[in-house]
């Protein structure tokens, strides 16, 4: 992506780890992910709020500007887990007032 304040979006589903992350919807730069694991299939919902980075450069190589997934340490700010979709839902849409 060349062009000035154009970040590649977040993907819909990614694994990362042991855990699948499926998109279940967004507003904006709010979204709900389904995350379950892969091998227990136990699974919990996850509402988000989407940051962003500019690019950057690691040992020679350019990241280009994206979205991305809050990491643990802004949990609590920048993501929450519920155990039911309704519940993540509840809190989506109190975020976007």
């Known amino acids: 992506m060349n062009k000035k304040n154009q970040h590649k979006k977040l993907s819909e589903e990614f694994i990362k780890g042991q855990f699948i992350f499926k998109q279940t919807d967004r507003k904006g730069d709010l979204a709900v992910y389904k995350k379950v694991n892969r091998y ?55 975020l976007q007032n």
Request: hydrophobic content about 35%.
């Open 40 to 94: 227990t299939k136990h699974f919990t919902y996850e509402v988000i709020k989407i940051s962003r980075h500019d690019g950057y450069e690691v040992a020679g190589v350019k990241i280009e500007p994206a979205e991305v997934y809050p990491s643990s340490s802004v949990w609590g700010t920048y993501g929450w887990t519920f155990i039911t979709y309704e519940k993540a839902l509840e809190k989506f849409f109190k």
